[in-house]
Each structure stands twice: as C-alpha cells, then as structure tokens.
C-alpha cells in the first residue's frame, strides 16, 4: 500500500489541525474528535501489523521523496521488525492514553493539540530513514512533551518541565554534531541511514568510538541511563497520568531504540569495545534503580524509579551482542511499555479519588476496591517477571544473552533481580493489604477504566503464553544485525 506509513505518521498530525478548527467551548467533539483520530491511528498500524512480511529482515513499505536535494536530505521512512512492535506500542499506547485523558478539565482543546502533535513526533522517530527527518522528530518530541508537563502538570509542573527540557535539549545538540560530522565522514555524503550503515562501519576505530559515545550522550539522556535519570522520576510525578503512560511507554524506547538504529549498525567495533562497559551500565540501572524505589513514598515515583531499573534489562540485552541478547532487549522494550503504562493508570485510578500518591494514605483497599486490587496485583506480577506473564520473557533472553558474553554480569544482574521482586511485593502490600485507613471509602475502577486497562492486560497474557506473537516480528531482522557485528 503506497504512502502507508506516511499516513500513520501525519494522522495524529491532521487530527490536530481538525481539533484546532472545532470552537473552545466544545469539549465533548473535541475529546472524541481526538479519540477517533488516534483510534483511526491505530486500525492503519493494525493493517500494517497484518500486511508485515515476517520472513523478511530487510527494511519494508519504505518511501523516499526528495526534500533538500542539494543537501542529501531526504524524506525517507521505513519499517523493520525492530520498528514494528514500537510503532504499534505508540499507537496502542496512545489511544488508551487518549482515553484516559479524561481527567484533564482545563485548556482542554490545547492539550489534545499538543497531544496530537506529540503522537506525531513519535512515529515519525520510529519511522524515519533519513537522520535528519530522524532528528526533526526526535525534537518534535520535546517541546510537547514540555507542554504537557509545565501546563497540565502538578505543583512543580514548570521546574519538571525544564529539567526535561534542559536534559533533553543538551542530548539533542550533542547528536547534532554528530550527525553532522558523520554525513562528512561518510562516503558518499549522505543522511541516509541505510546506506551509512554501508559506509558508516568503514569508519577507523577511533571515529567510530568519538561518534558512538555522542549519538549514546542523547540517547543515555532518554533511556534513561544512570547518572542522566534524574529528570524522569520530576518529570512522572508532575505529569497528568496519560502524559506519564505516554513518558514511561514511548519516550523511554526512543532512547534504547535509537541504540539500536543508529548506534549497532553505524559503530560496530565500537558498540564491541564499550559492550562491557554498556554491561556495567545496564547493571547498575537494573539495581540502583530497583534500591531508589524502595525509598519512595510517593506511589508514581516508585513506578518511575522502577522503570530505571527495568531499562537495565534492555542495556544488557544490548551488551550481549547476540540473537538471544537482542531479542530479549527489543522485546523487553515493548513489554516494559504495555505494564509501566498499565502501572501510571493504576496510580492515576487511586489518585483521582484521593489527590494524593503518598503510601501513608493507602492500605486495605483489597476490601472496599477489589478490581483495582486484582489489576494491581497482576501487573505488579509483571513487573516483576512472574513466568506466564510478558515480563519474564524479555529478561530472561536478555540475562541468557549476557550470560553467553560476560556471565559475572549476569549473575550480578540477576542478585539484583530479587531486589525488583521484593519491590513489588512491599509496594501491593502497603497498597492493598493491611487494616484500611480510618475514613477512606473510595468506589471501585469504573467500567470505563477497567476498559482501557483491558486490552493491556491481555497483551500481558498473549506475549506471556506466546512471546512469538511478537519475536516472529522481530528475529529475522535482529539476525541481520547480529551479522553486522
């Protein structure tokens, strides 16, 4: 189908335009003006989903269109197992968070704007072919995702939205420079990022090392990846809680993704060189992550903590530098998004009926909120890698692909591992468990919220029973990667 993922790409981006033209004081129409762009989002990377030949590893549906020709730039998009599962995790994603936003109350035509624009970004990054185009929608990303955070956030909204603005900002310009110096160093001259990963590898060590370590400066900063985290665990917690599904599901792939993209098939022997180091890195984030969590008392922060620690997975997976590491790495990512996402709703379900997310005010709503309990419980499970379920599958390929190339890590990786374990535990406990707070009588999850958690839930289940259902995807195209190492 000609113009596919073009069109995935600029919906969200018309449905804006068409929110933009419908009068303020209509918030029904707006809201599900804005629904049924990202619903229509979502049905066109379903027939993508359907069209996807999984036997292939090379790139599909790509498009190319001059854009600045005399500058090599070219409007150029493509899909590939590693793309797939996150374009149609963004799309999920960002329907049910679109969903969900019903809790905003204010500005509400200039939030679903902002979103829209947002969705766009965000496919587009995962779509791009061209490192320009890739950059354009990687800062599209940005400046509305600092809108969604100073403007519909909480108490600190604009110190958060800085902090990520400024953190971002500085990964941004640092892979500008690199960009740059690649398309000079590349022969011929060229953004495109298939054929850089022709040229690009031809580069000496020593080039490959300098620019590995800045495109890794920007996408460490997005992982996150320790020391550069500090900005998630503000941003979570003063984010409205679709914004929060969106910053844990999506933006943090963008980083990792952008490992993958850019980094292994651009700077292979440098990818080789740093792959301990990459190791080290993957597990500290898996630990350090999983201990700071432990310290919160704020029940978004906790979440946001363990997504640092969950993240680690994904690095290690990367540092296998194998089919196995790989494959648990790229489908860690997708995992970690449909939970972490479940997760930020669960927060926001107890938050609307309390206004807070201190521990202090929760304990005992097993009796009085037994559906909440039950999905609570379930995704807490997930999380923490209960066999059966999502979770367990990609650390489980990501710690046996470490385990090939450096088993210490491996093994220091999985000690932490039980730190995650009891994490989630202590967290259902001082949640659901206990004597109930004196006073506290708050209704049960609505039909309508236990329906946007639903579908996640399932996705739980099918790539839990059947991981398949998502490796058939993603193996024929992580073992051409693999060949390029």
Partial sequence: MPYLLTTIIFLPLLGALVVALIPGNCDKIIRMTAIAFNAAVLMVVGVLCLLFDRTSGSMQF??????????????????????????????????????????????????????????????????????????????????????????????RREYAAWKFFFYTLAGSVVMLLAIIGIYFLSTPHTFNMLELAYSSPLLSRTLQAILFLMFFFAFAIKVPVFPFHTWLPDAHVEAPTPVSVILAGVLLKMGTYGLFRVCVPFFPEAVAMFAWSLGVLGAVNLIYGACAAFAQTDFKKLIAYSSVSHMGFVLLGLAAMNSTGFNGSILEMFNHGIITGAMFLLVGVVYERSHTREFSAFGGLASTMPRYAFFLTFMALASLGLPGLSGFVGEFLSLAGIFITFPKLAIISAIGLIAVVVLFLVMVKKVLWGKPKEGVVWSDMSMGEVAVIMPLLILVLIVGFYPDAILDFQKHTVDVLVKTL
């Fill in 62 to 155: 790509t498009e190319t269109h001059p854009w600045i020709p005399q500058a090599g730039i070219h409007y150029t998009v493509g899909v590939d197992g590693i793309s797939l599962a996150l374009v149609f995790l963004t799309a999920l994603l960002g329907f049910l968070a679109c969903l969900a936003s019903n809790t905003i109350k204010s500005r509400i035509k200039e939030y679903f704007i902002v979103y829209q624009i947002l969705m766009t970004g965000m496919l587009g990054t995962f779509l791009a072919l061209d490192l320009v185009v890739f950059y354009i929608f990687w800062e599209t990303v940005l400046i509305p995702m600092f809108f969604l955070i100073g403007i519909w956030g909480g108490p």
